[in-house]
């Protein structure tokens, strides 16, 4: 068995064991035919690149200090996986939900930030986050049939849900780095699933059950797709949120920058992760974990990574 490569053009019933089998042995899918525009991934990948390009200066204006990374610019040696002892080797950018004025969800979501640098960042992000939404649904969807579910059951659960666009470039690796320092350290997601653009070019490794690291390549325009904790404790750790990574190149490829475009999707902030019935085995002597509302694991989460 290998990581599952599957097409959600098909019909779900048909995949949704495939993708499921996927999950459980490595919490990792490739996902093909999800339906966003290339067009527009294009395009989005062409803004990601011009903001980055700006100056320094011009990048931490958009910086907002205290606010734990939710919005805007992160700049460069700012994030740390949880118990690593250096930074990543990377700067991103981060687009939320974008809500109407006065909804009662603004305690959680804070307002979007905009370059005003680069026309059309706006339109292009709130379009692309769009399309990530109906990606997931469909994926989640699957994923609702594997567990014995209602197709539609994680509907509601992520209706509003807080989730992030991050727009991620790893720099050329600098000779300054400090001793250990790797783009992305080991690590688990948060959130529900994760849905990452931008994964054909090698780095990203996943560790098995085993204990070796795997590679992660999905063929150009396909989704990486991975569980994060939240879907972990939801089903008790039946799909697993995989401790990943993306490693330092070699040779030329060190010499050139990467970006990759994930997609963080996340639960409802008032959604209860409660460990679902059918994933409590009677026999075991661990009980499940208590429930948690989405909101206060992700704070609890974003304290460990240095973010908040």
Known sequence: MTVASVSIARPLP?????LGQSFAEYGFAIIRDHGIPQPLIDRAQAMAKAFFDLPEETKRA?????GGGARG???????????????????????????TPGDPLEEFMPPNVWPGEIEGFRETFESLY?????????????????????????????????????????PPLPESAPAGAVRAAAHGDINTITLLLGAEEAGLELLTRQGEWLPVQPPEGALAVNIGDMLDRLTNSRLRSTTHRVVNPSGEAARRSRYS???FLHFRPD??????DSCIDPESADAPPEPISSHEFLLQRLREINLA
Do not use: C
């Open 73 to 99: 610019y992160t700049p460069f040696g700012t994030e740390k996986a949880k118990d690593a002892e250096v930074f990543d080797l990377k700067e991103f950018w981060h687009v939320g939900r974008t809500l």
């Open 62 to 66: 958009y910086h907002k200090p205290g």
């Open 271 to 276: 959604f209860v992760i409660e460990t679902l």
């Open 14 to 18: 048909q995949i949704a064991d495939e």
């Open 261 to 263: 475009m994930p997609f």
């Open 130 to 170: 769009r399309e990530f939404e109906l990606a997931g649904d469909r994926i989640l969807r699957a994923i609702a049939l594997h567990l014995g579910l209602a197709e539609d059951w994680f509907v509601p659960t992520v209706d509003q849900g807080n989730s992030v666009m991050r727009l991620l470039h790893y």
